[in-house]
């Protein structure tokens, strides 16, 4: 029996892949105390709940989902329930007092004091909040089988942000840069790759500014990548996201020289506009992001590039609008997150003038989505009739398909053959939609 005196937990992610992960260390540390993931929250006598605030959006997902588990309780009030990540370390108290369901709320740096939280819950304590921004957990030991079957699998690196972008919630919901010891990433890789994981992901809010001295060792963002990358057995190697003020020449140097460092970098430029960058206080200019375009592409023509953009910052006018617009196609990027602006509570761009009627913001992104519609299609078709290179990651539900990721990010699906899951196997594409492709596997 574990002290927490219950069987079962059920855990729902929302947001960005550092929540992907913290949820994953959660669920491997109450597995390691004997409790059993279910795959529905109804079955669960935990429920854990992690949440993001970034924007508008995921934040009411958070609050319909809240309110749907405050039902399962009213029939089952033994259930316990806790809210993790980015909303509980915003909202803290306020939010117990919103939602009386709620047993206890754990920000993103608590996320290691858990277990140690639902012991209390469980002896009865009640109201619990959690938000002091706590230095990153000691250890992050992989639990034997828990990877079983999974190819792919993250790394958080370091976690908080220092740069204070005017929109962005993030420092304040994260707290500061805290890099993790390398050794420790570095162990933890290697045993991923035991337990059968071929492709590993470094998360950071921003891995470039990832640093660790110890007496005698410096290391780096590129210092990290490279001793990740000579790991026997890793077949592929990603990282995201990257500041485009603090890509470094020593960064570029590593997409012409690891082997397995995939030719894709997500790369968020926000705005096309000098005037808006400078009021998101982004530190460096369309010039300078489009330069660093170029030195990517020309160490890797192949590089795929990635990024985030929003549209209708305050005070942005259909001129700067169009500067974003102009970028877009500049660049052509093979795949872009676009957002509408909205005010996060606390952070300076809240307070600006000059906001954008919902709207314009609504029209501005539909504009925009569709030009990117177009670039991403003639990417997609010009692969057509190509070989591509494809890590085979999962079988869908209905088992007619395999599904997997060439180097670049692009998703491909073909019909199944046994045992190449885990495997890096070609495919031709035949067929390109707009976010994936249809291929058939060659011998
Ligand atoms: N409003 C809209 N989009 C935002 N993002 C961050 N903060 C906001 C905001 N207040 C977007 C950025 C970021 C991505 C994760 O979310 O584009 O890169
Ligand atoms: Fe959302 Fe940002 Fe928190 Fe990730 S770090 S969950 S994107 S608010």
Not at 211 to 228: I, M
Request: aromatic share 8%.
């Amino acid at each position: 029996m574990n002290g927490i005196l219950t069987e079962t937990f059920y855990i729902k992610t929302m947001g960005c892949q550092m929540n992907v992960y913290d949820s994953d260390y959660l669920a491997q540390r109450l597995m390691a105390m004997g409790m059993s993931p279910v795959d529905n929250a109804r079955e669960a006598d935990v429920v854990l709940l992690n949440t993001c605030t970034v924007r508008a959006k995921p934040e009411h997902k958070a609050a319909t989902y809240i309110g749907r588990i405050s039902q399962i309780k009213k029939r089952k009030p033994n259930l316990i329930f806790g809210v993790l990540g980015c909303l509980a370390q915003q909202e803290g108290p306020e939010i117990l007092k919103r939602f009386p369901a709620i047993d206890f709320v754990a920000g993103p740096r608590q996320i290691q004091d858990v277990i140690d939280i639902l012991t209390r819950v469980a002896k009865g304590e009640r109201g619990i909040v959690a938000t002091a921004l706590k230095a990153p957990p000691p250890e992050a030991k992989i639990l034997d089988g828990y990877y079983e079957g999974k190819v792919t699998a993250f790394i958080t690196i370091m976690q908080g942000c220092d740069n204070f972008c005017t929109y962005c919630i993030v420092p304040y919901v994260r707290g500061r840069e805290a890099s993790r010891p390398p050794f420790e990433i570095l162990e933890e890789a290697r045993s991923l790759v035991d337990q059968g994981v071929k492709e590993i992901t470094l998360l950071g809010q921003n891995v470039n500014s990832y640093r660790w001295a110890t007496d005698g060792s410096y290391w780096d963002f590129p210092s990290l990548l490279r001793e990740v990358s000579r790991i026997p057995g890793l077949k592929r190697l990603r990282f995201t996201t990257s500041h485009p003020k603090d890509v470094s020449p020593q960064l570029i140097a590593c997409f012409g020289e690891l082997d397995n460092l995939c030719p894709h970098i997500h790369l968020p430029f926000q705005a096309g506009s000098n005037r808006v960058l400078k009021m998101m206080n982004r530190k460096y200019t369309r010039e300078e992001y489009l330069g660093l375009v170029d030195r990517l592409r020309q160490i890797r023509p192949d590089i795929a590039l990635s990024s985030d953009v929003m549209v209708g910052f305050p005070g942005e006018t259909k001129q700067d609008f169009e500067m974003t617009l102009d970028l877009i196609k500049t660049v052509e990027f093979d795949s872009l997150f676009s957002f509408k602006y909205s005010d996060r509570k606390g952070t300076l761009a809240a307070s600006f003038e000059g906001k954008v009627p919902e709207e314009e913001k609504s029209e501005r992104l539909c504009i925009l989505q569709e030009i990117q519609k177009q670039i991403t299609l003639k990417k997609n078709r010009a692969l057509e009739g190509k070989t591509v290179e494809v890590l085979v990651e999962v079988r869908s539900a209905k088992g007619d398909k395999l599904s997997g990721r060439t180097p670049t990010n692009k998703i491909v699906n073909f019909r199944p053959e046994s045992k190449i899951l885990g495997n890096i196997v070609k495919v031709k594409i035949n067929k390109a939609y707009q976010n994936s492709l249809l291929g058939e596997l060659l011998r």
